[in-house]
């Protein structure tokens, strides 16, 4: 156990970064996001042609405008659980003829009027990459095939043509499709053991491939750590189909479940555990087949979901299900996902924050308004990492008991622009000490302060329609000194608990603080 210090003496964490020491290059679409057809994800959410609003195609127009303001790199869609019984030509043509369905999943009506067309409106809106998943629960890969050549193709065969026939003549050329979702879990309409998905996987992947080589490919891995198939399950899926697939989609949601705020702060060391285990499945199964095709992780799904838990519709349009209200301790529980996907750069290639609008989302809808939540804040602060190279800095610091075991109070990230300009992200998960911190910058030539910002306050606050700038950043001070041999310090002071992240650019040797 550490040694027991006065509650009131802060503690003390240090960070070494230096400017050799690389990881890989993040994945701008480690900043993604994800929209399914569930609750008001969709329709009272990014689409709602009754409101005030929308603009003349039926988008809600302050949504968009936070969404590009988010700036997901890519948006995931239409599922979820939902793709395994949709129907992908339901949601084309005129949307008055479109047919209403019965929604497997969620227990909903499905009335289609959002479909193809509209998501890849919605793309253009906010400046995402559509990600396409397919139907291999229901449906297989014949019709995954069709969907390609309806979205990718020139026109000249006869599914292209329909979507010329539907207004739209140059192809979309959607670069990334996963092959279904969670095929792993027994609550998914068309489960399958992981050799009979494997195969449909990899004949979908080839004839989707065999239309247009370009695309890349995203396999269903496990889904959840509880089962008992548990990477298992991506083993025998990756024997079948290695050289197929381009990534391995695996999700993960963290909750508190027990009240434990300590503990749940802890998420982090998890969530690195999780994506390690990836890393050695990957690497054994590289080597086994002497194979120079390398396969990256998909982190499709992740976020904090735990009070809204009921999903069921009750055969409803547009049923409000799991609209989660989020707080700061949440926040910087996603700060520490996206930081376990930067210090993981290497291996973790896209990451989608599920979901984007109303469904366990960072932004929640009302006929009047849109309110930012608490987890959006992370995201929007760690988002100039995307592009930039991963560092591996060294962390010192004291460690504070949880249920799973003692972890470091702190819990740090940091990389370098093609610009030159460095960012240095800092969790501190004690919710009741302050850190004294100390950054030191090794090998990157003079640098100046340019932004610092600190996320803080009660881990139970939540921001609310009442007040919703109760959890935004604030302004950090920080002092930075210019040291010999091309190094730089930070002095800064962190509350706990909280999430800092300091931006700082190439300049001549100065000393200075804000």
Same mark, same amino acid.
């Given at each position: 156990?550490?040694?027991?210090r #006065?509650?009131?003496?802060? =503690?003390?964490?240090?960070?070494?970064v230096?400017?050799? =020491?690389?990881?890989?290059?993040?994945?701008?679409?480690?900043?993604?996001?994800?929209l399914?057809?569930?609750?008001?994800?969709v329709?009272?959410?990014?689409f709602?042609p009754?409101?005030?609003h929308a603009?003349?195609q039926? @988008?809600?127009s302050?949504v968009?405008?936070?969404?590009?303001?988010?700036?997901?790199?890519?948006?995931?869609?239409p599922?979820g659980?939902f793709?395994s019984? @949709?129907?992908?030509?339901?949601?084309?043509?005129?949307?008055?003829?479109?047919p209403?369905? $019965?929604?497997f999943?969620?227990r909903?009506?499905?009335?289609?009027?959002?479909?193809?067309?509209?998501?890849m409106?919605?793309c253009?809106?906010?400046?995402s990459?559509p990600m396409l998943a397919?139907?291999?629960?229901?449906?297989?890969?014949?019709e995954?095939?069709e969907l390609l050549e309806?979205?990718? %193709?020139?026109?000249?065969?006869a599914?292209?043509?329909?979507?010329?026939? =539907?207004?739209?003549?140059?192809?979309?050329?959607?670069r990334v499709?996963?092959?279904g979702?969670?095929m792993?879990?027994p609550?998914?309409a068309?489960?399958?053991?992981a050799a009979?998905?494997?195969?449909?996987?990899?004949?979908?992947a080839?004839l989707?491939?065999g239309?247009?080589?370009? +695309?890349?490919?995203?396999?269903c891995g496990?889904s959840?750590?509880w089962?008992?198939?548990?990477l298992?399950w991506?083993?025998?899926?990756l024997? =079948?189909?290695w050289?197929?697939v381009?990534y391995v989609?695996t999700?993960?949601?963290?909750?508190n479940?027990?009240g434990?705020?300590r503990s749940?702060?802890?998420e982090?060391?998890?969530?690195?555990?999780?994506?390690?285990?990836?890393r050695?499945?990957?690497?054994?199964?590289?080597?086994?087949r002497?194979?120079?095709?390398?396969?990256h992780?998909?982190f499709?799904e992740w976020?904090?979901? @735990?009070?809204e838990t009921?999903? *069921?519709?009750?055969?409803?349009?547009a $049923?409000?299900?799991?609209?989660?209200?989020?707080?700061?301790?949440d926040? %910087?529980?996603?700060?520490q @996902?996206?930081?376990?996907?930067?210090?993981h750069?290497?291996?973790?290639? +896209?990451?989608c924050?599920a979901q984007?609008?109303?469904v366990?989302? #960072?932004?929640? /809808?009302?006929?009047?308004?849109v309110?930012t939540?608490?987890?959006?804040?992370?995201?929007?602060m760690?988002?100039?990492?995307?592009?930039?190279?991963?560092?591996?800095p060294v962390? /010192?610091a004291?460690?504070m008991?949880?249920?799973?075991?003692?972890?470091?109070?702190?819990d740090?990230?940091?990389?370098r622009g093609?610009?030159g300009?460095?960012l240095?992200?800092i969790?501190?998960r *004690?919710?009741?000490?302050d850190?004294e911190?100390q950054?030191a910058l090794?090998?990157?030539g003079?640098l100046?302060l340019a932004?610092a910002?600190?996320?803080?306050?009660?881990?139970?606050?939540?921001?609310?329609?009442?007040?919703?700038?109760?959890?935004?950043p604030?302004?950090?001070?920080?002092?930075?000194?210019?040291?010999?041999a091309?190094?730089?310090e930070?002095?800064?002071?962190?509350?706990?608990?909280?999430h800092a992240?300091?931006?700082?650019?190439?300049?001549?040797?100065?000393?200075?603080s804000?």
């Open positions: 156990m550490p040694e027991a #006065p509650a009131t003496e802060p =503690h003390r964490v240090r960070v070494g230096h400017a050799d =020491h690389r990881v890989g290059r993040v994945d701008d679409r480690v900043f993604s996001g994800f399914e057809h569930m609750g008001r994800a329709y009272g959410g990014v709602d009754g409101s005030p603009d003349g039926g @988008y809600r302050d968009v405008e936070e969404l590009r303001s988010l700036r997901p790199a890519m948006v995931r869609y599922g659980n793709v019984a @949709y129907r992908w030509r339901d949601g084309i043509g005129p949307p008055e003829t479109r209403r369905r $019965p929604e999943a969620w909903s009506i499905e009335t289609n009027r959002f479909g193809l067309h509209e998501f409106g919605l253009d809106r906010i400046g990459e397919v139907n291999l629960g229901t449906a297989g890969p014949a995954a095939a309806y979205t990718n %193709l020139p026109p000249g065969t599914v292209a043509d329909e979507r010329v026939a =539907h207004g739209r003549r140059d192809p979309w050329r959607v499709w996963c092959l979702n969670e792993d879990g609550w998914q068309g489960h399958v053991p009979t998905y494997a195969e449909r996987a990899r004949v979908a080839a989707m491939k239309l247009d080589p370009t +695309i890349e490919t995203v396999v496990s959840t750590w089962l008992p198939t548990w298992d991506d083993r025998i899926v024997e =079948h189909c050289d197929e381009d989609a999700h993960r949601y963290s909750g479940h027990d434990d705020t749940f702060l802890a982090g060391v998890v969530i690195d555990e999780h994506l390690e285990g990836y050695g499945l990957l690497g054994y199964l590289r080597a086994r002497r194979s120079r095709h390398l396969v992780v998909a499709d976020n904090v979901w @735990y009070r009921n999903p *069921d519709g009750g055969w409803r349009e $049923p409000p299900l799991l609209e989660e209200v989020y707080t700061l301790e926040a %910087l529980v996603c700060a @996902y996206l930081h376990a996907f930067i210090r750069a290497d291996l973790v290639r +896209i990451a924050l984007l609008v109303n366990i989302a #960072p932004l929640l /809808v009302r006929p009047e308004g309110l939540q608490a987890i959006a804040w992370p995201f929007r760690l988002r100039a990492a995307g592009g930039a190279e991963a560092l591996r962390v /010192v004291p460690e008991a949880t249920r799973r075991g003692d972890v470091p109070v702190g740090a990230v940091a990389v093609d610009d300009r460095v240095v992200s969790v501190l *004690d919710p009741d000490r850190a911190l950054v090794e090998a990157f003079p100046r932004d910002f600190v996320l803080t306050g009660d881990p139970r606050d939540a921001n609310t329609w009442e007040a919703p700038r109760r959890v935004v604030r302004p950090l001070e920080v002092d930075v000194v210019s040291g010999p091309e190094r730089t930070l002095r800064a002071r962190l509350p706990g608990p909280s992240v300091v931006a700082l650019e190439p300049a001549g040797p100065t000393t200075g804000r």
